[in-house]
């Protein structure tokens, strides 16, 4: 299991930034998937955005589309989520995850605070 960990978060009001960073221990190859989930409090976690391996295409949750970004660099071991116009709403702990070779999310960061006030 590659080991991620993630930079990133803070407190922040609404219409603010922020870009997290999740770095992988090793190279996570073109194949793995790499994604960020998120978790508000007494919610379930929810899928935030995704990227294939070659950063070809992503994949966003309806909430955010339009307002975060991912992307990663493979050379760096690194993707990264910009998040803009953030709300009251995107309030959350965030994980980085990627797939392993059974193409499963076996490999999860350490979980990064973001609140956002009114």
């Known amino acids: 299991q590659v080991q991620l960990v993630e930079s990133g978060g803070g407190l922040l009001q609404t219409g603010g930034f922020l870009r997290f960073s999740c770095t992988a221990s090793?190279?996570?190859?073109?194949?793995?998937?790499m994604a960020w989930f998120r978790q508000a409090p007494g919610k379930e976690r929810e899928f935030v955005a995704a990227i294939s391996g070659d950063g070809a295409t992503t994949s966003y949750a309806d909430s955010v589309k339009g307002r975060f970004t991912i992307s990663r660099d493979n050379a760096k071991n690194t993707m990264f989520l910009q998040m803009n116009s953030l709300r009251p709403d995107d309030t959350a702990v965030y994980y980085c995850?990627?797939?392993?070779?059974?193409?499963?999310?076996?490999?999860w960061g350490q979980g990064t605070q973001v609140t956002v006030s009114s």
């Open positions: 995850s990627a797939t392993g070779p059974s193409g499963s999310y076996e490999s």
């Open positions: 090793r190279r996570t190859g073109i194949n793995y998937i």
